[in-house]
């Protein structure tokens, strides 16, 4: 996990070959190359039918493998933890997809599978990760999205605080979750607006440093706070601008150009940001992670140039995207 974290597939892939020999029917080996094939693609295209068909074959073999064992034993906490990851990967393809129906089906069976990772969490330390996401978010989205809370009332009440204790557990103590538990604490600190998010930040830019889509995470969160003019975050984005992919590259080059508007040079910015947006078309499915940001400040650059037909077009298309309100309203907070 940690050779795949770190992006070092070269190691990743010789300790596979070692596990295939000392585990061959674990369930875990199946998620093993699931997990290997996403990082060495990320972001993954989950509109390409021949990644997604691999993707789910390993996924589906962990799946069957887990339920032989829990048809056996149902109280076996690792065969359900596993089988809580497999799952939770298959929803978050078929969300990413477009595939609203089945990521919902598969969802039914990661919110059992997670209401039971949380009544054994004492027993299964890897718990944490599942419960501390529950527990937090399922107060969190409501109130981010009160459209929402009618529904969720048929949800088992969360419990924020617990759910950041249950994540940092995750963090300094899982072996299978450790590296997701700690970015989500950092994006939840970050809407908190508490600082604890750019200490994990910089962590991640000394634990990950190879992992680029670590990296541009934890330049987001550093634009935030408006330390993207820092020397370390310099170095990482000029390490983004100058990457092999034509995703990367046009991520380092987004965040530049946040870096520019948050230093007041608006021209440069709104030149950065227009030349990210005319590499979209060959970017393709990829781009939907860049259109927040990107909308969202081009949207403010129009406003300060007065330009009442485009900011108006930006604002469309910003809030059109999952993360583009919550941008906006980060950018004129700062402007108060």
């Known amino acids: 996990m940690d ?3 770190k992006w070092d597939f070269e190691r990743a892939d010789s300790l596979l070959i070692d596990y295939k020999e000392l585990m061959p029917n674990h369930p875990s080996l199946p998620l093993f190359h699931a997990m290997d094939m996403y990082w060495k693609s ?3 295209d989950y509109y390409d039918d021949d990644k997604m068909s691999e993707f789910f074959g390993y996924l589906d073999d962990c799946i069957d493998k887990c339920e032989v064992i829990i048809d056996k034993d149902k109280n076996d906490n690792e065969a359900v933890f596993f089988l809580l990851l497999a ?5 978050r393809a078929y969300n990413y997809s ?3 129906w089945k990521a919902v089906s598969e969802a039914k069976q990661v919110y059992s599978l997670t209401r039971y990772s949380i009544k054994h969490i004492q027993e299964f330390d890897e718990f944490n990760f599942s419960a501390g996401v529950y527990n937090y978010y399922r107060e969190f989205y409501p109130e981010s999205h009160p459209i929402y809370k009618p529904f969720l009332s048929f949800f088992p009440s969360g419990n924020k605080e617990l759910g950041i204790e ?3 557990t995750a963090m300094n103590y899982s072996i299978f979750t450790n590296a997701e538990a700690e970015k989500y604490l950092m994006w939840i600190y970050s809407h908190d607006n508490n600082l604890k998010a750019t200490e994990i930040a910089y962590n991640i830019f000394d634990k990950y440093s190879n992992n680029e889509w670590y990296l541009f995470d934890a330049l987001l969160v550093l634009s935030r706070f408006n330390l993207l003019n820092d020397s370390i975050a310099v170095s990482k984005i000029n390490q983004l601008s100058n990457s092999n992919s ?9 965040i530049d150009a946040i870096r520019l508007y948050q230093a007041n040079e608006i021209e440069n910015s709104f030149d950065k940001f227009k030349a990210v947006e005319n590499e979209f078309p060959q970017l393709s499915t990829q781009q939907k992670y860049l259109e927040a940001p990107l909308y969202a400040y081009l949207y403010s650059i129009y406003k300060i140039k007065r330009d009442p037909v485009n900011s108006k077009k930006y604002y469309k298309l910003a809030l059109n995207t999952t993360y583009g309100e919550m941008i906006i309203d980060a950018i004129e907070q700062s402007h108060q």
Do not use: E
Request: with cysteine; charged share 10%.
């Open 3 to 5: 050779a795949m974290y």
């Open 42 to 44: 990320t972001p993954f």
């Open 87 to 91: 799952r939770s990967l298959k929803a």
């Open 98 to 100: 477009g595939s609203t």
């Open 166 to 168: 249950q994540l940092t």
């Open 246 to 254: 034509d995703f990367y590259n046009c991520a380092g080059f987004l």
